[in-house]
């Protein structure tokens, strides 16, 4: 009897060993499927969100950089200002086609060529850009106490600030940061960079104080020496 009991016992404690084992094994499968599959789940989203991302967003972002800031600019007449739009080519016409062509362009190149030149010369005025600024003391007021100069040309800055930024508008980080975010429509209620003055002069000024002494001071950031996208 004691026999029996012994090789039941050893048979339940075989059995439990082979149940566990079969066990770790099947959750073992199951755990390396589901691996399988989340791996594939996470290679198809980065995979869709690499085709969604645009194209000029790379281009964008090297502009922090100086000097492909700069070559950017020396290869933008070779490439449109679109956020990775590539120009098409057009199809080499044929000899018929290119003789009309060439006399329509001829008839019209004396007035289009006027045109292009003025909206060119518009377009660049707008862009950011020092102008100037005459300050008349007595027309401000200031003539009373102020002797000597009776005004002055102080300057100032006006335009917009264009995509992308180069390095002629001097443009910090942080303001090329904001064009690509102001470009991209990535933040709600973010504006273009402002056009302002980023390098200041100082002048003297002869002048009255309180007690009718004649001063001679040294007045600085009054004369703007430069402007940038800020």
């Known amino acids: 009897m004691s026999i029996i009991i012994f090789l039941s016992s050893q048979a339940s404690i075989y059995l439990s060993i082979y149940l566990s084992i079969y066990l770790f094994i099947y959750l073992s499968i199951c755990l390396s499927f589901c691996y399988q599959e989340i791996k594939r789940d996470i290679l198809r989203h980065e995979q869709q969100t690499k085709q969604e991302r645009s194209p000029g967003l790379q281009k964008a972002i090297r502009l922090l950089n100086e000097k492909e800031r700069t070559e950017y600019q020396q290869q933008k007449h070779g490439s449109s200002w679109g956020l990775g739009f590539k120009r098409k080519r057009r199809s080499a016409p044929n000899s018929r086609q290119a003789t009309e062509s060439h006399e329509r362009r001829n008839s019209t190149s004396g007035s289009s060529h006027g045109r292009n030149r003025r909206t060119l010369f518009r377009r660049k005025r707008r862009n950011c850009a020092r102008y ?7 027309a401000i007021g200031w003539s009373g106490w102020i002797i000597s100069p009776k005004g002055y040309n102080a300057y100032h800055c006006s335009g917009p600030c264009p995509f992308p930024l180069g390095q002629s508008h001097r443009p910090t980080n942080h303001a090329t940061v904001q064009s690509i975010v102001h470009a991209l429509r990535a933040g709600k209620n973010v ?15 002869l002048y009255f104080d309180d007690q009718e002494n004649v001063i001679l001071k040294l007045y600085e950031d009054m004369v703007a020496a430069s402007c940038g996208c800020h």
């Open 132 to 138: 100037e600024m005459y300050v008349d003391f007595n």
């Open 191 to 205: 504006l273009t960079p402002c056009c302002v003055p980023d390098k200041l002069y100082s002048i003297s000024l």
